[in-house]
């Protein structure tokens, strides 16, 4: 057989050609114009300007690189906050449950939902005076732990990681259950009758089973993370000051200023972020075809 | 092997409180859409005094809610659409034809699924081909977008229908159009309908790409039709939740026809087998 007759090579272009100039050559061309002072009145006049604008971005008079450090904490702990729990939660759903299916419809429901509903609809849940959450702890006798949700400094990153996994957990926690599913029953029964107990089975047979689907999340995870933007967006718009703002509702917030320049600079250390953290994991999947 | 009963129990209470703290949001939204205003801001659960009915009709009009969810369909579908049939066509040599060339081409695509869009410089470049600020322009940036996860998903799911049907189909006189068309695409089937679900839902759901990419209302999509009546009715709850309510109704319906081929699409390539 013929394979250069029978796999065309133009069957690639399409995508291909829509990747590299829609995808690609925008991320390439911004890390050009963040080396610019491109803004709205530059009609066509854009100059060079070296690193004036990643200067401006790291300068201690300015909060940006705030927004950098808390794009990366968002990173870090969201992930933490929801992998952990979703863990548990597969596997305490994954059998000798009744109704688990039902259970795990309305779990995973959330997800499917848009950021934009999602931030409305929290956003008059945690109104501090008629929400929903705050009228609950009163119900309940628990006045001590309400709270201005969205506007307190100390607890406005707590409601956003909250928001954050009520919606994603169900999701992380899907992709859990089917890695353990795939796990034979009967690692566990070998396990049980040489006396391993719950601890045990979990960090000799669970995790390691399941490194394929934590690498998944992992994956989806991070880049989710360096590149939120809608739920900070909708819940907080970055307040309250510059408490909550990240680097791509900086970068918007610049962009509608008509900042281009700066807005493309902000953008180019996100692409270089992840860049580098795509690289690694391209790397390592790739090394794991090798070996399969 | 049986769990003792206290075991079972914890779990179910458990499972239950968590299936609650889901379903109360969704629950309060629907009641308190059928309010007043007054009686809306104060976000009870209890039941409407007297059923407001009205209020969706309100919305459906002041809303601009039958433009948005034509947007919504038309971007959703033809750029979900095209980014599929080329991907699969793509991935279809891609997975058939390793070369040192190919498998690079694949990784270099692989490669987005990581950067983020630079919508700044995006703009620009849809400038250049005229497309900026129009539904084809948006289109194209849905569709470039998603390119890295189809290619991903359908290459994965492409070695598993076997290379003997090829050689038979070429044996048979097929040309590369026909072999594709007839034979490997039906076979793509359940792949392509979950990337399909799965897609469809993102370009419905996304919010950052319309903000940037559409400046006249009348390109809005749905996403951004709710977020700009919430601007302007921020006090008028009661609005703003039947708004919710009608945007989320087509997610939710797709969800649950469409269930099993969206589990079964993320746990692909999740499990090694």
């Known amino acids: 057989m013929n394979k250069l007759k029978t796999y065309p090579q133009w069957f690639l272009f399409l995508p291909l050609a829509i990747y590299v100039v829609f995808f690609l050559s925008p991320g390439l061309l911004g890390v050009f114009y963040s080396l610019t002072d491109w803004n709205a009145r530059s009609m066509g006049d854009i100059n060079f300007v070296g690193l004036k604008n990643f200067r401006e971005i790291f300068s201690a008079d300015e909060n940006y690189s705030q927004g950098i450090f808390n794009t990366l904490r968002f990173t870090v702990i969201s992930n933490i906050v929801k992998l952990v729990p979703a863990l548990l939660l597969a596997i305490m759903l994954q059998k000798g449950l009744r109704g688990r299916n039902f259970y795990r419809t309305i779990l995973y429901l959330p997800s499917i939902l848009p950021f934009l509903i999602i931030g409305l609809t929290f956003k008059s849940i945690l109104n501090f005076n008629t929400g929903l959450l705050n009228t609950t702890l009163e119900f309940l006798q628990l006045d001590f732990l309400k709270q201005k949700w969205l506007t307190d400094l100390d607890v406005v990153w707590f409601s956003i990681y909250g928001v954050d996994a009520w919606r994603g957990i169900g999701y992380v926690m899907t992709i859990f259950l089917a890695g353990l599913n795939a796990i034979p029953n009967s690692y566990y029964e070998a396990a049980d009758i040489d006396g391993a107990n719950f601890l045990q089975k979990l960090r000799y047979i669970t995790l390691p089973m399941l490194s394929g689907s934590i690498m998944i999340n992992l994956v989806f995870g991070i880049t989710y993370g360096l590149k939120v933007f809608d739920i900070i967006y909708i819940l907080t718009n970055g307040g309250p000051g510059h408490a909550t703002q990240v680097v791509t509702t900086y970068a918007y917030q610049l962009y509608a200023n008509g900042r281009y320049g700066m807005s493309t600079a902000l953008n180019t250390i996100l692409f270089l972020i992840t860049m580098a953290v795509g690289i690694i994991i391209v790397k390592v999947m790739s090394k794991q075809e090798v070996q399969q | ?273």
């Open chain 2, 1 to 273: 092997m049986k769990q003792p009963w206290p075991q079972r129990l914890i779990k179910q209470i458990v499972c239950i409180v968590l299936s609650l703290i889901v379903i109360m949001p969704f629950y309060m939204v629907v009641i308190n859409s059928f309010k007043t205003k007054g009686e809306s801001a104060r976000m009870a659960l209890t039941l409407p005094s007297e059923w407001q009915f009205s209020n969706y009709s309100i919305v459906i009009e002041q809303g601009k809610l039958v433009q948005g969810f034509s947007n919504s369909l038309l971007y959703a579908v033809l750029s979900t659409s095209i980014a599929l049939l080329g991907c699969a066509m793509a991935a279809f040599v891609l997975s058939r034809k390793r070369t040192k060339f190919n498998v690079f081409i694949y990784y270099f695509v692989l490669c987005g699924l990581f950067f983020p869009v630079n919508y700044v410089t995006l703009v620009k470049v849809l400038q250049t081909f005229k497309v900026a600020n129009t539904r084809a322009g948006l289109i194209i940036a849905f569709t470039s977008s998603m390119i890295p996860f189809c290619l991903f998903v359908i290459r994965n799911f492409m070695s598993s229908v076997p290379v003997e049907l090829d050689e038979a189909a070429v044996i048979d006189g097929a040309g590369p159009i026909r072999l594709f068309f007839s034979i490997i695409l039906p076979l793509l089937k359940p792949i392509m309908v979950t990337a399909f679900i799965l897609q469809f839902m993102g370009v419905w759901n996304d919010f950052m790409t319309p903000l940037y990419l559409s400046s006249s209302s009348k390109m809005w999509p749905m996403n951004l039709a709710v977020y700009n009546f919430f601007g302007k009715m921020a006090s008028y709850w009661n609005y703003v939740f039947a708004d919710i309510v009608l945007t989320i109704l087509p997610v939710i319906i797709v969800y649950l026809i469409g269930q099993k081929y969206i589990v079964g699409g993320l746990t692909s390539g999740a499990v090694k087998e």
